[in-house]
């Protein structure tokens, strides 16, 4: 069961992998023929022609589909049309700053975000969960741009304490991984109070307390293990937003990352990189999503009880 | 059951939760949609005109401020209020625009994929499973970088974003609300499907689809003021809060003011509709809350 299981979600994310290079192939295609872009408008049909056929844009469409294919499997991305460097190398290059923002914010969403939820729904009702939950409306209404802004007016021009811009030291990425994170721990800690609010009134819940089990333990060992499952669900589905997110961030902050890299060709046309990136930033979702199944398949009795029938939940 | 004595009083509606805060909310929404509908009255200049000697000039409590320009003025001396109503208009009305297309398509599909079932409910299920799993706002950049900024374009996409969260709630209700009491019996007495879905089935779904509609106008605010913002979205001349943001990030040491009031402006929108949404959600279905 747990096998089946397994093959059945790695089925379907290479599904949404194939799906997503074919959406890109397809978009690309009727984006208009690459020979407008590329050559000045004063070229030849004669040299647009040789193009047309250098790049393999006369032969059928199945053709240069599997042609994409195969440029792709071998790490063949293009050539960024501005500098002339193949598209993988300028991504790979700019990856390890936006990895550092985007799982700096992670981590300091996850340490926010989790324990005031967990605390919210414990003490649900109280003056805690109150603050908790109109803090975390104002949290996650806050544009990130106008948060980043705020922060460079604050704590660069008026106190001058932190850099606004760069990422040469520690003290560069405060500012951008605090704006980043905001509105994703701000998200997280209404979805984790609504999830363990959700566990807590489960029949076993009361069973535990009649059993005489202490609080702490009823918390730690009973109620998040089980809200652990819907909170790794949403945090699957919510890194797209924190990918979304920091693009913007980088660009408040000029954080040299794909976000920016990202912006730029985007505003350029440079279909190559956008396309290098698209497919990285797929991939890492379905690689997420996978990771939160396998997570799921381990931590639900439900799933792996299949494999070790009769052990201990 | 036992009797009920007759003077039992009937349970008490809930009280509101942040009753002031909410008041609040809906006043300021209902200034913005006055906006929307009127700037162009309200409107004390031309927001296009320019003064190149009256540039920068600081709002009203400050320091040399002028009283023509109640709220300052810009790096080419264009009146801030001005150019605010107008960003206004247009960060709303697409706002609104997107979500009702958004609302409309995915309330549709959901619909669609709950009567057909088949190889269409296979087809919409994984539609939606393909929306959910990519940022939508990653591929925003990526299909207005391949197919240009129009638009038509910039529209399409913000009617996307979040149709498949409606998709998802209409068919999973539709499916349960077809083997309730009420729709068999309409359908017993030979209603057709369409006259079932619409004024029966419809009606009876409408409180989560309505809070969806809270959650979703925040975010299609958020999403096309963070595309213009990086100068991807609304485009001069046209502009937008999130333009006027992008824009006035370049004077921040001279002139915070113009990005700052956007994006007041852009925060207290997206906190109201949320502050309603939350309000609205405890009241239409109590038992989310606490």
């Known amino acids: 069961m747990m096998l089946q299981f397994l093959a059945t979600k790695t089925i379907r994310a290479a599904l949404t992998m194939w799906l997503v290079i074919t959406f890109v192939f397809i978009v690309l295609r009727i984006s208009g023929d690459p020979t407008d872009i590329l050559l000045p408008d004063d070229a030849s049909d004669a040299v647009r022609n040789f193009y047309r056929a250098k790049w393999g844009l006369d032969r059928p469409l199945w053709d240069q589909y599997l042609s994409y294919w195969s440029a792709l499997l071998t790490g063949d991305f293009g050539i960024s049309l501005r500098n002339n460097l193949p598209a993988w190398d300028m991504v790979m290059d700019r990856a390890p700053k936006t990895l550092l923002l985007g799982g700096t914010a992670l981590g300091f969403s996850l340490a926010i975000g989790l324990p005031l939820g967990i605390l919210a729904a414990w003490w649900r009702g109280s003056s805690l969960d109150r603050a908790v939950m109109t803090t975390a409306v104002f949290g996650f209404s806050m544009p990130n741009f106008f948060l980043g802004i705020l922060l460079i007016l604050t704590f660069s021009l008026h106190l001058r304490w932190l850099p606004s811009s760069g990422s040469e030291t520690a003290a560069h990425l405060i500012l951008p991984a605090f704006t980043l994170g905001t509105a994703f721990a701000a998200q997280l800690a209404r979805f984790t109070r609504s999830a363990m609010i959700d566990v807590l009134t489960k029949p076993y819940m009361t069973t535990a307390k009649s059993k005489g089990a202490s609080e702490a333990r009823r918390v730690f060992a009973h109620a998040v293990p089980n809200a652990s499952v819907p909170i790794a669900t949403i945090l699957g589905l919510k890194v797209g937003e924190l990918i979304g997110g920091a693009v913007v961030t980088e660009t408040v902050f000029a954080w040299p990352g794909l976000g920016r890299l990202l912006v730029h060709a985007v505003a350029v046309r440079d279909l190559a990189v956008v396309q290098a990136i698209l497919i990285l930033i797929a991939a890492t979702m379905v690689a997420t999503n996978l990771l939160v199944d396998l997570y799921y398949g381990w931590a639900d009795p439900r799933v792996r009880v299949g494999r070790t029938k009769g052990a201990r939940a | 059951m036992t009797d009920l004595p007759l003077t039992a009083t009937p349970a008490k509606p809930r009280a509101p939760r942040m009753p002031a805060l909410v008041l609040a909310s809906a006043i300021w929404l209902s200034l913005m949609i006055g906006v929307m509908l009127a700037a162009q ?69 959901g619909f669609l994929a709950a009567h057909r079932g088949g190889w269409v409910d296979e087809a919409i299920s994984a539609l939606v499973d393909f929306q959910a799993a990519m940022p939508w706002f990653i591929v925003a950049m990526a299909v207005l970088a391949f197919l240009g900024n129009a638009m038509w374009v910039f529209l399409l996409l913000m009617g996307l974003y979040g149709w498949e969260r409606y998709t ?4 999973g209700l539709v499916l349960t609300a077809r083997e309730q009491g009420y729709a068999r019996a309409v359908h017993a007495l030979g209603a057709p499907p369409r006259w079932i879905y619409a004024r029966h089935i419809l009606p009876n779904i409408l409180g989560p689809l309505i809070v969806q509609i809270t959650i979703n106008f925040p975010e299609t605010i958020l999403f096309e003021t963070s595309l213009s913002f990086i100068g991807l979205g609304i485009r001069p001349p046209l502009t937008s809060l999130g333009q006027l943001l992008g824009d006035g990030r370049d004077y921040m040491i001279n002139a915070w003011w113009l990005a700052v009031m956007p994006g007041v402006v852009i925060f207290l929108s997206t906190l109201a509709m949320s502050m309603l949404g939350d309000h609205l959600r405890s009241r239409l279905d109590p038992s989310l809350e606490d």
């Open chain 2, 41 to 109: 009255l309200l409107m004390p200049w031309d927001f296009e005109a320019t003064d190149l000697l009256g540039r920068m000039k600081p709002p009203f409590p400050l320091a040399g401020y002028d009283p023509a320009h109640p709220l300052g003025t810009d790096q080419l001396g264009r009146d801030l209020l001005s150019r605010l109503l107008v960003a206004t208009q247009t960060s709303i009305a697409l706002a609104l625009l997107g979500t009702v297309l958004g609302a409309v398509l995915g309330t549709a599909a």
């Open chain 2, 168 to 171: 998802r709630i209409t068919r």
